[in-house]
Nanobody
Framework: QVQLVESGGGLVQAGGSLRLSCAASGRTFGAYTMGWFRQAPGKERELVAAITWGGGRIYYTDSVKGRFTISRDNDKNTVYVQMNSLKPEDTAVYYC??????????????????WGRGTQVAVSS
């Protein structure tokens, strides 16, 4: 069992930055692929970024490429996403998720086994 707790959300002006953190419990954190999803009101939950267990493979959805950076520190059981040049359309609840499929990127929500409760990100224009 893995418990995930996100932090770092908030309100920021367009063009600003935030760094989200996701702290995980459990000894096997290093074995999981980790993903950051987001869900805006009235929209489906979408994968924003993901990173395999060793950091060797990373995925970004097209809309955040060049602006978001995902990273992980397996010694601290934490995954991060640095979000720069934020836009109003980035406004959403951001969720951290862990997939037991640790050696490749997985894109769908049903491939992730554990979820955090989410942290709100609001970007004003």
């Amino acid at each position: 069992q893995v418990q995930l707790v996100e932090s770092g959300g908030g309100l920021v002006q367009a063009g600003g930055s935030l760094r989200l953190s996701c702290a995980a419990s459990g000894r096997t954190f290093g074995a999981y692929t980790m993903g950051w999803f987001r869900q805006a009101p009235g929209k489906e939950r979408e994968l924003v970024a993901a990173i395999t267990w060793g950091g060797g493979r990373i995925y970004y959805t097209d809309s955040v490429k060049g602006r978001f950076t995902i990273s992980r520190d397996n010694d601290k059981n934490t995954v991060y996403v640095q979000m720069n040049s934020l836009k109003p359309e980035d406004t959403a609840v951001y969720y951290c998720a862990a997939s037991k499929i640790g050696n490749r990127i997985v894109l769908t929500t049903n491939a992730y086994d554990f979820w955090g409760r989410g942290t709100q990100v609001a970007v004003s224009s």
